[in-house]
């Protein structure tokens, strides 16, 4: 049984967080009823398991760290089989604000997604989004080199068809 | 483009946070709380129709139906499949039958119909929400959306009021044939349709390169552990480059499909529920089946069966995650450990030549002897394999460095030994293979002088370090063999958990050992002379990699050690 006092850490916390929480989530899934719901369960998830963090420091990037687990499974789950995808198209249930760019972010994987997320919006260096997503720096620094990339020629194509 | 590109990046990307999020967050919070009035975030929902429609009309006028169906104004109904009431995926409800189904029999009183002897060509396209219903019947097509339900097999077609849907409504689908059957109210006909299956997905061979901890008995399992791992270098046809990926059946009930990038990360995954029965394990419509007689794996897809055989053991066999598992269910508590920033094993002596190792976390306060005298002590060698987990970036990515090594006295042993600077820093060397530099030769690093064969030579056949300069730290083991009679010995090179360069080598008798060099990875050689008498290693070879494959150089006369049989170097990475 958590204090009163601990409680309310945890709600301010979630609540300072909610922001961030809802990019990544975005990022990931694309859709705001499947962030809503993920997040919410991620949320569920930390406060049971609240007792195995050891400093209260690191909490946003625990909590980051089980709310990108829990995108990446709701994606899982929700993920046509490969090969009878194609055409199925993404639409957005929010307005976004430059949807050529949206559409250019879409050709990207979760996981470019996710590492552009962190490394534009949210400010963490490669070696922290490597730690966060369990991976190598090299193996980042390659994520978001190859997302600029797959960014710029979506965005080039769209412009020339324009 | 006009605008800075990271200017655009960090200001396009994502819409304004709805208030609905952050309400939805606190819910939960409250709801974790266990306060009574928290509710989570809902999501209405909406109540379903059905219609059911006369197959009979479909088959003797088909045509007509298309035209009435063409008015078909499809509006949002129930939740779609997998979702429960607050619009959440329900992961115990996947859905099997999301992709393209074809029409392929048509029954019509009590008979069996070729669908195309009666012109009526239909094919179903299901996603989690809709399914897509094509249809092509006297020269004219049509394509029509609707929601619908699916619960126990049972499909439901949804539609308002007032619309018919070009399909029957209630449908059933059959997991053991992978079918798809629509009848029609009055029972007069049924529309049978089979998944489509892309050729796409017919190719591969499959071997199993790994399992662990036990799911169910069933001689599918081949070994006593709780997840199975298919894994296979596979080829789209369409596709130019080959990618690995796997199939992984875990104790929960799930099969995952894991396809990986070239840079060794996820690119894509999706999972399944499975079963086994007996000799059969089957997932999405699909069906291993083990063959007892001929110990093959039968594939069943559809309407073909392909028969793999079982890898040889020999081929299997992986010594590194054998041992890690081994280790990891002998020493449970050195595993996972909260490893920022640092690392601490602890190491005490009971006699000479015996060392027993404990890790903690380095925020671990208690002081050594409590810690020594409440922890299983591990081998110097165990110990480093329990370590290399945490250099290979699955939960934490720490490095040697960030491992501290501090020795002590344990107060239950009599044995008595100097503590000082050369021996941590020798117990640093065998821990993590950071070298060393002492005067001392028995402890200083490069050994070119006696060393102590029976405690030295035997630990140093794993190390870590970057072989192949790219930055990561990769876990190298030394084994022995395959050969019996020629002496042959192979290096594997391990990145998380995954060989990724292995060679095979042959030379006269001898042993081995990894020596963790400033500018790279050398290898010891001791011949079956020098080992006896001197203890002084007779050659030193560069470990680098070339071309994909592990090359060792003899730094004195320059000259590369040869594989085994002048095989092609990569044999045994196939």
């Known amino acids: 049984m958590r204090s009163r006092g601990e409680d309310a850490w945890f709600s301010r916390e979630i609540e300072a967080m909610a922001p961030m929480m809802f990019r990544v989530a975005f990022a990931i899934l694309r859709n705001r009823a499947d962030c809503e719901d993920a997040a919410q369960n991620a949320v569920l998830k930390a406060y049971t398991r609240l007792d195995t963090l050891k400093e209260r420091r690191y909490f946003r990037t625990w909590m980051i760290r089980i709310l990108k687990n829990e995108c990446m499974n709701y994606a899982r789950s929700n993920r046509p089989a490969a090969s009878l995808d194609a055409c199925e198209s993404v639409g957005y249930d929010m307005e976004v604000p430059d949807l050529d760019l949206n559409r250019a972010f879409d050709a990207l994987t979760e996981d470019e997604r996710l590492a552009v997320t962190l490394f534009y919006y949210e400010g963490y260096s490669t070696r922290e989004i490597a730690k966060l997503c369990e991976t190598t720096d090299g193996a980042i620094r390659s994520r978001l080199s190859r997302a600029r990339e797959t960014l710029r020629q979506k965005l080039s194509e769209q412009e020339a068809m324009q | ?574």
Not at chain 2, 124 to 140: H, I, K, N, P, W
């Open chain 2, 1 to 574: 483009m006009n605008r800075s590109f990271d200017t655009r990046l960090k200001k396009g990307l994502f819409p304004e946070m709805p208030q609905s999020f952050t309400d939805g967050l606190l819910n939960a919070a409250r709801k974790a709380e266990g306060a009574q009035n928290a509710q989570m975030h809902d999501t209405p929902v909406k109540p379903k129709t059905a219609r059911r429609f006369p197959v009979g009309k479909v088959l003797a006028g088909a045509a007509a139906v298309v035209l009435v169906a063409a008015c078909v104004v499809i509006a949002v109904f129930g939740p779609g499949i997998g979702r429960n009431k607050h619009g959440a995926v329900d992961p115990a409800a996947y859905n099997p039958l999301r992709g393209r189904w074809t029409l392929t029999e048509v029954e019509q009183n009590g008979e069996t119909v070729d669908p195309e002897t009666i012109g009526l060509q239909m094919q179903l396209q299901f996603s989690d929400e809709s399914v897509t219903v094509s249809t092509q019947t006297g020269g004219a097509e049509g394509q029509y959306v609707y929601r619908y339900a699916f619960a126990d097999n049972a499909v439901e077609l949804t539609a308002e009021s007032g619309e018919i849907p070009v399909l029957p409504a209630s449908g059933v689908y059959n997991p053991e044939t992978n079918t798809l059957r629509f009848a029609g109210a009055d029972g007069d006909g049924a529309l049978i349709f089979s998944r489509v299956l892309n050729k796409q997905t017919l190719l591969g061979v499959w071997k199993q390169t790994r399992s662990e901890h036990a799911v169910d008995p069933s001689p599918l399992d081949g070994f006593d552990y709780d997840y199975l791992k298919w894994e296979k270098e596979q080829t789209w046809e369409e596709d130019a480059k080959p990618q690995p990926w796997y199939l992984e059946f875990t104790a929960d009930g799930r099969m995952y499909y894991f396809l990986y990038a070239p840079d060794g990360g996820v690119q894509g995954n999706q999972s399944a529920p499975y079963t086994i029965s007996g000799n059969t394990l089957q997932w999405s419509g699909w069906t291993l089946r083990y063959e007892a007689e001929t110990d093959t794996i039968c594939w069943i897809f559809y309407d073909r069966r392909e028969y793999y055989e079982r890898v040889p053991d020999a081929v299997i066999d992986d010594p590194y995650r054998q041992k890690i598992s081994d280790l990891r269910k002998q020493y449970p508590e050195y595993f996972d450990l909260y490893a920022t920033p640092r690392l601490k094993v602890i190491v005490w002596q009971m006699a000479e030549g015996s060392y027993s190792c404990a890790l903690v976390p380095g925020s671990d306060l208690r002081k050594e002897a409590e810690i020594g005298i409440e922890s299983r002590g591990t081998t110097i060698e165990e110990m480093r394999m329990i370590l290399s987990t945490y250099y290979e970036a699955r939960d934490c990515n720490i490095e040697p460095e960030q491992v501290e090594v501090v020795p002590f006295h344990n107060p239950i042993s009599s044995y008595w030994y100097e503590i000082d600077e050369a021996y941590t820093g020798r117990l640093r060397w065998l821990l993590t293979g950071i070298p060393f530099e002492c005067d001392d030769p028995l402890y200083s690093a490069p050994l070119d002088s006696k060393v102590d064969i029976g405690g030295i030579l035997n630990l140093e056949v794993s190390t870590v370090c970057d072989v192949d300069g790219d930055g990561r730290l990769e876990t190298c083991m030394l084994t022995y063999g395959p050969t019996s009679g020629l002496f042959t010995f192979t290096l594997s090179v391990y990145r998380n958990g995954t060989a990724v360069y292995r060679n095979t080598f042959q030379t006269a008798y001898g042993y081995f050992r990894f020596q963790r060099m400033t500018d790279g990875l050398n290898l010891y050689y001791y011949d079956a002379d020098s080992i006896k008498t001197t203890g002084r290693s007779t050659a030193a070879y560069a470990v680098t990699i070339e071309n994909g494959a592990i090359v060792l150089t003899d730094e004195e006369t320059g000259e590369t050690m040869e594989y085994w049989g002048l095989a092609d170097p990569h044999w045994n990475m196939n």
